[in-house]
C-alpha cells in the first residue's frame, strides 16, 4: 500500500529505563493514521536515508537561494499543523505485527519512498517529501533523546557517517582473514566512496600494521570528519578492541579506493587494494 505523509509524531518506548523501540505515528492526507514500531538497527537505516535526503535538500538551497528556503519554510510549518496525536495503547501496547522489519529507501525527484517491511508481512510505501526529512530525523532524535538512555542514543548517532562493509586480520599478508559486513545495495549507496583504512600498532618487532577496514563514507579524504569516523571505529570495533588491550595503536593510514559513482565494489575490488595499501606502508614502516 502506498501512502502519501503529510504530517509524524514519534515517541520511544521503553523497558527497564532502556530504550526499546521506537514509535512513528503517520497521517496520510485522507487523514488516515498509521502507527509503525522500529527497533534501533532500523532506526538506524531511517536516520542514514533521512541524512541522505536532507544532504540533497541543503544542495537545493545552495543551488536555489531564497526561493527554496521559503518552500521549506511552508513545507516545516505545514508539518507542525499536521502533528498526530499518539493514542496511550499505541505507546504502552504495541503491535508486534506492526513492527519494521526492513526498511529500504527509494529516491526520486523531490522525494522519497520508504519501503517498509512488517512483522506480519505486510508492505507499506511511505512517500516523503525532501523537504520533511529534517523535521522526521529531528523528531526522531528528540524522541531517542528524551529516554534518558543516553547509550543507545550515541550509539545510534555514532554511526550515521559511515558503513563497515569488511574488517580484515592484517597480521599475515598470505592469508588474509576477513569479515565482511552486508548491506542492502540502497544503503551503500547514501554515500559516496570507498576507504581503505590500516591500523597500525607498536609490537615487540616494532611497528606493525595489524588490520584494516573498508568503510564507506561521505567524509573528504583526510578531513577532520574522516579522521574522527576512522577512530572511533577504532573504539566501537571489536576486534580493534582486542589489538588494544594487547597493543598500542601509533598510526591510522586511509586511502580512498577508486569506483565509479553507484558502483558497489566486489569483495575482490575492495581487498586487493587494501592489500596493496598495507604492503607499501608496512615496507615504509620497516625502512623507519
Request: charged content about 25%.
Amino acid at each position: 500500500m502506498s501512502k502519501a505523509i503529510i504530517g509524524f509524531n514519534t515517541a520511544a518506548i521503553k523497558y527497564e529505563e532502556r530504550f526499546m523501540a521506537l514509535a512513528l505515528k503517520v497521517e496520510t492526507p485522507d487523514h488516515q493514521f498509521e502507527t509503525y514500531y522500529l527497533q534501533a538497527p532500523i532506526v538506524l537505516d531511517l536516520l542514514m536515508a533521512l541524512q541522505n535526503r536532507m544532504g540533497i535538500v541543503a544542495h537545493r538551497v545552495a543551488e536555489q537561494g531564497d526561493s527554496y528556503k521559503e518552500k521549506l519554510v511552508a513545507a516545516n510549518e505545514a508539518l507542525v499543523k499536521n502533528v498526530p496525536q499518539f493514542e496511550m495503547a499505541e505507546v504502552n501496547q504495541p503491535d508486534p505485527n506492526k513492527r519494521i522489519m526492513t526498511l529500504v529507501l527509494k529516491a526520486k525527484e523531490g522525494n522519497f519512498a520508504l519501503t517498509a517491511i512488517q512483522q506480519d508481512e505486510q508492505v507499506a510505501n511511505l512517500h516523503i517529501d525532501d523537504m520533511h526529512a529534517e523535521f522526521l530525523m529531528t523528531a526522531v532524535l528528540q524522541s531517542l533523546k528524551a529516554t534518558g538512555d543516553e547509550e543507545a542514543f550515541q550509539q545510534v548517532a555514532a554511526l550515521l557517517d559511515f558503513i563497515v562493509l569488511y574488517n580484515v586480520d592484517l597480521s599475515d599478508l598470505n592469508k588474509m582473514d576477513y569479515q565482511q559486513i552486508l548491506h542492502e545495495g540502497w544503503k551503500q549507496r547514501l554515500f559516496s566512496h570507498h576507504l581503505g583504512v590500516l591500523y597500525c600498532f607498536e609490537t615487540e618487532e616494532g611497528k606493525k600494521v595489524l588490520s584494516g577496514i573498508i568503510v564507506k563514507t561521505n567524509a573528504a579524504h583526510h578531513s577532520e570528519e574522516e579522521k574522527n569516523i576512522v577512530q572511533k571505529i577504532a573504539l566501537l570495533n571489536t576486534g580493534l578492541k582486542t589489538l588494544r588491550e594487547k597493543y598500542t595503536l601509533c598510526q591510522i593510514f586511509s586511502t580512498v579506493i577508486p569506483a565509479q559513482p553507484d558502483k558497489i565494489l566486489t569483495m575482490e575490488e575492495c581487498l586487493r587494494p587494501l592489500h596493496a595499501f598495507c604492503v607499501d606502508i608496512q615496507a615504509k614502516l620497516n625502512a623507519q
